[in-house]
């Protein structure tokens, strides 16, 4: 398959495996941060990191939608499905991320009028569809996903679509890079950039990581051969002693993003003050809420929202592995009391998050690697 | 109007592609203009309707990157086969 099987062949994978491994210092450590939840799950998927030397060290970083999602925005969540006539809709992975008191998926079992949607249009299509109910759409993602929220309420606007409404809750990826290149706990080397987040904000803001910490960045895309030469450019950079953002995935991401997209979030939304980020805490201007031109579509101005904070499970070390402080399968809990079936923390409920990518595929090279 | 007739790659009990940030490349097949829309079919032949105002104008055989039913970006470098 065109612009597929390239980026999948195994034997330039293994050459450009062999470049890294030739290219690196033997007694120096090197940490490279995959921000992406989806390139977390290509480089367990594909084995990626079997074909590193062992002194290069991929981190795990905090860029999977529904990881990030605190346990009382799950409540909150599930608060308003419970409402009368409501009916709450929401992404896939989204239903099983556990609450306080369970899971939207379990909430729905309980009587909830809860629907799985595969976009916030296909949500403005129910409200249409059922025009005497309240429809809600959960709105959870990154800079990849918050244009096409934006774009279904430019069209719930347009068509005067009132039994409609969005509980927002849109992130914005720099703030929490920056919150992790601020912590004492984490030193690393480089970045691997989010491909997907880039073809809507380009490449420019991640310029501070350079410019600001030293560190370089190279966005890259999702196929193995992506991750490899995006790690072997990294490197590069760190043996030239250059410091600068590189992109590999071009054949996709402009420089300049998409304009049409940004004009279009910044019509319809705008920075909170603070947000709440599973086990980051609250980050400055890293959420999104509707601007006050699309209020009336504001699912948390319509609805009586609890709005009360929850604290992690002791046992779940999320936090840590969305840090990369920890690697999954360093936490108390992974794979016996937390699985992608009953997950305790948000990490193993994505297929992107870094505990259900591990449980997966890694352990078994793990299992190889003890035996 | 478009109607979908076997639907994208949605969100399964096991991923979703929305959650996971993923970008589906997908070929223009029809094109509603007035209404912002295209049919679009991926490379399982699946399709669905997808809103084009963020990356228009669009032409027929045009392939796209689309996430979460919103083409983000023109694929140049990229055909994607009925």
Known sequence: ???????????????????????????????????????????????????????????????????????????????????????????????????????????????????????????????????????????????????????TLKRAKAEGVANFSVMCSHVTIVPPLRALLDSPDLRLDGFIGPGHVCTVVGARPFDFIPADYDRPVVIAGFEPLDILQAIQMILRQLDDDRCEVENQYKRVVPHEGNQRALEVMAEVFELRPHFEWRGLGFISHSGLKLSDAYADWDAELRFSVPGVRVADPKACQCGEVLKGVIKPWECKVFGTACTPERPIGTCMVSSEGACAAYYNFGRFAREREVV | MISSHHPAPACGSDHCITCGDEGVPMRVTRIDEERRLALCAARDGATSTVEVELVAPVALGDSLLVHAGVALVHLTHEEVAA
Do not use: W
Request: charged share 25%; with cysteine.
């Open chain 1, 1 to 151: 398959m065109k612009f597929v099987d390239e980026f999948r062949d195994a034997e330039l994978g293994r050459a450009v495996a062999g470049e890294i491994l030739a290219s690196v210092e033997p007694g120096r450590h090197y940490k490279v941060m995959e921000v992406c939840g989806g390139h977390t799950h290509s480089i367990y998927k594909y084995g990626v990191d079997d074909l590193l030397p062992a002194n290069v060290e991929l981190v795990h970083g905090p860029g999977c939608p529904v990881c990030v999602i605190p346990m009382g925005r799950v409540d909150d969540g599930i608060a308003v499905a419970r409402e009368p006539g409501v009916i709450f809709t929401c992404f896939g992975d989204m239903m099983r991320v556990p609450g306080s008191e369970g899971s939207l998926l379990e909430a729905k079992a309980r009587g909830a009028d809860i629907r799985m949607v595969y976009s916030p249009l296909d949500a403005l299509r129910i409200a249409k569809a059922n025009p005497e109910r309240q429809v809600v759409f959960f709105a959870i993602g990154f800079e990849t996903t918050a244009p096409s929220t934006a774009l």
